[in-house]
């Protein structure tokens, strides 16, 4: 499997940076894309999606699947 700083991980944070949660559905991680789509919807109803925004590319790019 590929780590972190892999070209995978690089495509699911610019994922991420366009639809907040996209990058952690393409790595299969249904649940925490629901989240931070989620959180993020709502959030931005406040101005602070940014924030959900933001880790959510920063958790794509920095995942590592389990071996």
Partial sequence: MAGQGSGGN???????FFI??????LQGRVLKAALMFV???VLW???LGW???LWSI???AM???KS
């Fill in 10 to 16: 690089v495509i699911a944070a610019l994922a991420s």
């Fill in 20 to 25: 907040p949660g996209l990058g952690q559905l």
């Fill in 39 to 41: 959180s993020a919807a």
């Fill in 45 to 47: 109803w406040i101005l």
């Fill in 51 to 53: 924030i959900i925004h």
């Fill in 58 to 60: 920063v958790d794509a």
């Fill in 63 to 65: 995942f590592k699947p």
